[in-house]
């Protein structure tokens, strides 16, 4: 099973993809684990979720580590699938919770009531994709399939 999950092509199109949803999900993570970057860290974060949202303690968790040890997979290459699994879920979840109310369009105007879900759908678009591709050419994944 190791060997499938870690397969990938030497192709450098997913490689490009990998990198975009790993430079833009890692930072999400250090603000909800570490609150930098303007983030809330890991004790609020987790109070937010499971006391704001409701949801329960175990997802909120599983949240937080897909946006943090997700977005480091992503960026190394290691893991990818489960990387990619990890960000699909938190869009999808996170756009038909909070986000699919306001709409398709991004907040860039302030004019919403909050944020739209265009920004989940392509985060959402890239995670299906490496996780049918996996993390291409630069990637632990490759380098560890072809030892």
Not at 52 to 71: K, Q
Not at 96 to 113: A, E, S
């Amino acid at each position: 099973m190791l060997p499938k999950l870690l397969a990938t092509t030497n192709e450098w199109q997913w490689t490009v993809l990998r990198l975009a949803a790993g430079i833009m999900i890692f930072p999400h993570g250090l603000q909800k684990t570490f609150g930098v970057l303007g983030g809330q860290g890991f004790s609020r974060q987790m109070g937010y979720f499971t006391g704001h949202e409701h949801i329960p303690v175990v997802f909120a968790f599983l949240a937080i580590m897909a946006e943090f040890l997700g977005g480091i997979g992503l960026i190394a290459g290691f893991l990818t699938r489960i990387a990619a699994l990890g960000l699909l879920c938190n869009m999808v979840i996170g756009g038909i919770m909070v986000n699919l109310p306001n709409g398709l369009f991004m907040n860039w105007g302030g004019k919403q009531k909050g944020e739209g879900v265009e920004f989940h759908l392509l985060a959402a678009a890239i995670a299906i994709v490496l996780i049918a591709k996996g993390g291409g050419a630069l990637s632990l994944d490759r380098a560890i399939s072809k030892g």
